[in-house]
């Protein structure tokens, strides 16, 4: 190695071994090479192209425009190479990577015809065994799998097909010489990307074309056809802006990142949208016609529905368009396709669809395929039925890591890995586009570009501070295969049964495999782990050994989205704002959120307070009529801010979710009425509710209490005050995120004081304003200072991990079990102290509103039908 730092431990035979030379190995070799690095590549085909040497099917094309599906590296290009289509086919994708190999002399690195089977990590000699399938032996510092995402063909589920005497072909292992289908019977089994594009050319010669379908696919015209001139002289203008503009995008390719939700623009607006989408023909466009295509069921919906009504208008035979309508699974949850006439290709009076959901194919016979009630007879079948994708072709080979681990065990359940990049006990292993990592979802051209990218700065690094071995934590890795799950937790891509998640191999685990918050924050996450001195990984070497050990993305990502966006605004700090501004900068920034679920009814009314009236919201659940139980909240703002309504979209969602009446009861502020006026109204309120149950529609005695922030200290305090008052009788409370002591000095408030919305400094400002320090142990303030909690309603407590006033909520829930308080302590991991209660906006919070809704709906329930006698 001529770089790296010298030990006396033996010289491995080259500093780095590649597997695969696709379009991720032949980077490598070009930055490897360059940098001094020793190097091997193994390469099981026998000529370079990866994916596009396999994949030589009739009508096989790249997905993404030709321009952006290339290097970067090579700016000089536009000399020697031109595009000839949008979307180009795969001999002139070969043959750019063959010009790419030849031009910068890549070819001479390359070992062709060779399976690398093995490779195990040698704890004492530090450096991995590597073993092919033509008897190569080879040491290495390092290891790197560019072994691509779709390269190991799923294996075949059809029973019979050695018994077929016609040609058998997998478009994943196309022949190199020509096919030709001229007059023959061709069945076709598949109809993913694959298939939708072989399809059509396959019926041009075909006499008879059957197509197998077991899930149909939701596919848009590709519109493929030149460049335009336009395009490319924008595009040589400015290719380096280009590229750069690609590397921070949602996925690879220039492109805003919608923020525009479905429903907010009108019915026609949004049937425009749709239209120009389709007109466009590119995927990533497709996906971002609005913010919440991939998050929203119902936007999902009606997009879906745009698909659905373009496959009824150009398919003849309304039986054949109602089949190959998806139905069943959201729109691009499941790869959506790009086409030239796949549609229009069942019109052709020699082109028939089965679908084997309805028929199922029994087997494969001599002659040709029987499905359960109908005998085919075929010259040829295509296989199209996918890969075993992301993971395949990693676990394929024998990877060993420390102590003998296999790879294949490690990821039994589901791959873990940090960054995508590396896995834990795999030390000096790196994969290119691995699992966690955006890859299938992005442009891959750019993803592998960051990822060799970030390999080889790692590689300079270890070099530069003397290190040999590099290896995530368990923690880096734990915390990092959390957040890829977060990520796609609150999209609908779990519902799908797609390759996406691993369902289309049998005994696959269910696992969503890559990364889908996007390629501009995966690259900020790579950037962040390097600019924390590789944060989340342990260097070792003859210098000695560091770890600055730690999670890179600790927030739920549509919070830390929030949060980001936030930032960038640069608004003033409320604590540094005259009170009555802060209540209008308050109001201002509640009018732009997102409304919540539509309630049965709204009624505004007034109730009265220990001093004058109060004003009240009264939500009814959309259900059928009836008296229900009720709710009463207490909203947020410190005692200072927010109103009866200000916490609306909240309160609409807990009246639909727990199937309730919520009643927001405002309560008076200060500084204008300080401690403890807002105790007193909050009380004021509840006992007015209990005496008007009947009239407010209620059911007399189901009454809980509920809250948020300084709403949920009022919840709490008024329990207790209810308790030892003999009433009125409360059955249940939830706490949100409650202020519940006025004692700042636990680890919360420092851990959080700033960057998570609500600070330290403004709670301070709140407290100041609401109370005087000599007050703040009273309980009617700090209910964990009571000195009996026992006997109160059981409760539901939820604390914010991000929050400064999290360990008092944490506290408050211990205290209540201790107490003996029926208590589920919801501790909602990687929110702040306000992200559960923004609807419609962070859907991570929907599961913990849930489970609060869930906890009322049982404390009524438990009330309604007590307990028998023991
Ligand atoms: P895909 O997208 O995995 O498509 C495979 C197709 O084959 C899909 O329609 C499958 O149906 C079908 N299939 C798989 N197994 C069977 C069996 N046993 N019987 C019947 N039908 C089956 O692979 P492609 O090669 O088309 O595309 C891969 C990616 O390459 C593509 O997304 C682009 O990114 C490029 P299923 O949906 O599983 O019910």
Not at 80 to 108: F, M, T
Not at 323 to 334: N, R
Not at 717 to 723: E, F, I, M
Request: glycine share 8%.
């Amino acid at each position: 190695m001529t770089e790296t730092a010298r030990t006396d431990r033996p010289e491995p035979d080259v500093d780095v071994v590649v597997v695969g030379a696709g379009i991720a190995g032949l980077y490598l070799v070009y930055r490897l090479s360059r940098a001094g690095y020793r190097l091997r590549v193994f390469e099981a085909a026998d000529d370079l192209g990866g994916t596009w040497y396999w994949n030589r099917y009739p009508g096989a094309r790249v997905d993404v425009p030709s321009f952006d599906y290339m290097y970067s590296f090579d700016p000089d290009w536009q000399r020697d190479w031109q595009w000839s289509e949008k979307y180009a086919r795969q001999p002139e994708i070969l043959r750019y990577l063959n010009y790419v190999a030849d031009k910068h002399d890549l070819r001479r690195h390359l070992t062709f015809s060779t399976r690398v089977r093995q490779a195990g990590w040698d704890d004492d000699a530090s450096l991995w065994r590597v073993r092919t399938d033509r008897g190569d032996d080879v040491t290495a510092r390092f290891v790197v799998m560019a072994t691509g995402c779709l390269s190991v063909p799923k294996q075949t589920e059809i029973d019979g097909l050695e018994r077929f005497t016609g040609e058998v072909y997998f478009t994943s292992r196309w022949p190199h010489d020509p096919v030709d289908f001229t007059g023959k019977r061709v069945a076709v089994i598949g109809t993913g990307s694959s298939g939708v594009q072989s399809i059509p050319v396959i019926a041009q010669e075909a006499r008879q074309l059957v197509v197998f379908q077991r899930t149909p696919t939701f596919s848009i015209p590709a519109h493929n056809g030149q460049l335009s001139p336009e395009r490319l002289a924008q595009f040589a203008a400015n290719e380096a802006d280009y590229r750069s503009a690609a590397r921070m995008s949602p996925g690879g390719i220039p492109m805003e990142r919608s923020i525009t939700p479905t429903f907010s623009v009108t019915e026609t607006e949004r049937e425009q949208r749709y239209e120009r989408a389709w007109e466009i023909g590119e995927l990533f466009e497709a996906i971002n016609v609005y913010a919440d295509v991939m998050s929203n069921p119902a936007a999902n919906h009606e997009f879906a529905e745009f698909f659905r009504n373009k496959i009824r208008a150009i398919v003849d035979d309304p039986q054949t368009a109602t089949d190959l309508c998806p139905t069943d699974y959201p729109v691009a949850t499941k790869r959506p396709c790009l086409d030239t006439n796949y549609y229009a290709t069942y019109n052709l009076p020699h082109v028939r669809l089965v679908n084997i959901r309805k028929h199922p194919i029994r087997q494969v016979t001599e002659t040709g395929i029987d499905t359960a009630d109908e005998s085919f007879t075929f010259d040829a079948i295509v296989f199209a039925t996918g890969f075993d994708a992301v993971t395949g072709a990693i676990t394929a080979v024998d990877i060993r890591g420390r102590n003998g681990l296999a790879l294949k065990d490690k990821w039994a359940n589901g791959p873990q890995t940090y960054l995508g990049l590396t896995t834990a006990g795999f030390p000096n292993l790196f994969l290119i586009t691995g699992p966690g990592s955006p890859s299938v979802l992005s442009n891959m051209a750019v993803s592998i570009e960051q990822h060799v990218d970030w390999v080889l700065d790692c590689l300079g690094h270890l070099c530069a501070r003397g290190f040999a071995v590099i290896e995530p934590t368990e923690t880096a890795e734990t915390g990092w295969t959390q957040h890829v799950n977060d990520c796609a937790d609150i999209t609908l891509f779990p519902a799908a049964n797609s390759w996406y998640m691993g369902a289309n191999v049998p005994g696959k685990p269910r696992v969503f495999l890559p990364y889908c918050a996007g390629v501009d924050f995966y690259r900020a996450s790579c950037d962040e782990v390097v600019a924390h001195d590789y944060l989340g990984f342990t260097l070792s070497g003859p210098g000695g050994t560091e770890c600055n050990d730690g999670v890179v993305r600790r927030l739920q990502p549509d919070v830390e989205m929030v949060l980001n966006r936030m930032a960038a605004m640069n608004l003033p700090t409320m604590e540094s704002m005259p009170v009555e501004d802060a209540r209008a900068f308050y109001n201002q920034m509640s009018a732009v959120r997102p409304p919540g679920p539509d309630v049965g009814e709204i009624v505004d009314g007034t109730l009265p307070g220990t001093s004058g009236d109060l004003a009240y919201r009264l939500y009814r659940p959309p259900t059928t009529p009836g008296p229900r139980p009720i709710i009463v909240y207490f909203h947020g703002g410190g005692w200072v801010v927010g109103d009866a309504i200000s916490d609306d979209p909240l309160c609409r969602d807990l009246c639909v979710r727990s199937d309730a009446i919520v009643i927001s009861a405002d309560y008076r502020h200060a500084p204008e009425h300080r401690f403890p006026a807002a105790v007193d109204d909050a009380m004021a309120a509840v006992r007015w509710v209990a005496d008007n149950a009947e009239a407010l529609d209620g059911i007399p005695g189901l009454l809980a209490v509920c809250g948020w922030n300084a709403g949920g200290g009022l919840a709490a305090v008024v329990c207790r005050l209810a308790r030892d008052m003999g009433g009125p009788n409360i059955i249940g409370q939830a706490l949100l995120t409650p202020s519940t002591d006025g004692d700042m000095a636990r680890a919360s408030f420092t851990d959080n004081a700033d960057g998570y919305g609500l600070t330290t400094a403004l709670v301070r400002w709140l407290y100041d304003h609401y109370i005087d320090i000599a007050d703040r142990r009273d309980p009617r303030f700090a209910p964990l200072q009571a000195t009996d909690l026992s006997g109160l309603p059981p409760a539901i407590v939820v604390t914010a991990e991000f929050d400064p006033v999290r360990d008092d909520g944490d506290a408050y829930a211990i205290a209540l079990e201790a107490a003996g308080v029926p208590t589920e302590h919801v501790r909602a991991r990687g929110h702040t102290h306000k992200s559960v209660t923004m609807v419609d906006v962070a859907i991570s919070g929907a599961p913990v509103r849930a489970r609060i809704a869930k906890a009322l709906r049982q404390f009524f329930a438990a009330t309604r039908t007590p307990e028998p006698a023991a």
